[in-house]
């Protein structure tokens, strides 16, 4: 069983850039959830796909967006990067049924952006 | 506002004795609440949960205890290991609109086993 992995590991860009990151699942998996972890703070919560649909978002603005694809895979995108962006930015996977995921969560290594 | 409290920044316990991580959470919607430990350049791992109707869950040295009347969740390490030395978050689970689950995090707690 292949767990969650997530590309690329770093990434540097400037502010006003537009970036995107990637995350496959664990196997057996079907939703995805992204979060981002400021320095020394805890994940936060942006946004969940199920069956390549968004189906709950947190408090993050419109130029953070999404994707899942048929594998169950996702993009994470944002635009116009600003400094505050940086962070590290984990996916999580988990199963989900009739709708609903699990509660239990599955996180992959994380992407570290660093906005400049 | 901080749904999920994690007062601790720090712990230090000698190797073989109980470390004891403490967790406060403001939301009684949360049905579900998790432990994930962290090494550095690593993504959070999956220890151990409990359901918001049990007040206790065990998993070999792992035990988590939930008092829903004072909202507070605490991990219980017996005995601590030099390689339980990790980052330890809480996490609240619940239902948002839309279906989602999500998960609240405490902002962490750094535990030192000491050999």
């Known amino acids: 069983e292949t767990g969650v992995t997530q590309s690329p590991t770093h990434l540097i860009k400037t502010r006003g850039q537009q970036v995107t990151l990637r995350c496959s699942s664990q196997?057996?998996?079907?939703?995805v959830s992204w979060y981002q972890q400021a320095l020394g703070q805890g994940p936060q919560f942006i946004f969940q796909?199920?069956?390549?649909?968004?189906?709950g978002r947190g408090n993050f603005p419109p130029r953070f967006s999404g994707l899942q694809f048929p594998n169950y895979s996702s993009e994470l995108n944002v635009n116009a990067l600003e400094l505050d962006d940086s962070a590290l930015y984990l996916c999580?996977?988990?199963?989900?049924?009739?709708?609903?995921?699990?509660?239990?969560?599955?996180f992959g290594p994380g992407t570290r952006l660093t906005v400049t | 506002d901080q749904q999920v409290k994690q007062n601790s920044p720090s712990l230090s316990v000698q190797e073989g004795r109980i470390s004891i991580l403490n967790c406060d959470y403001t939301n009684s919607m949360f049905d579900y609440f998790l432990w994930y430990k962290k090494y550095p350049a690593e993504g959070p791992t999956f220890l151990i949960s409990i359901s918001s109707i049990k007040d206790k869950n065990e998993d070999g040295r792992f035990t988590v205890f939930l008092n829903k009347s004072a909202k507070h969740l605490s991990l219980h390490i017996v005995p601590s290991q030099p390689g339980d030395s990790a980052v330890y978050f809480c996490?609240?689970?619940?239902?948002?609109?839309?279906?989602?689950?999500?998960?609240?995090f405490g902002s962490g707690t750094q535990l030192t086993v000491l050999p």
């Open positions: 999580a996977s988990s199963r989900g049924t009739l709708g609903l995921a699990s509660y239990e969560q599955y």
């Open positions: 996490a609240a689970s619940l239902i948002s609109s839309g279906s989602a689950r999500q998960l609240t």
């Open positions: 196997s057996g998996h079907n939703t």
């Open positions: 796909y199920y069956r390549e649909e968004e189906n």
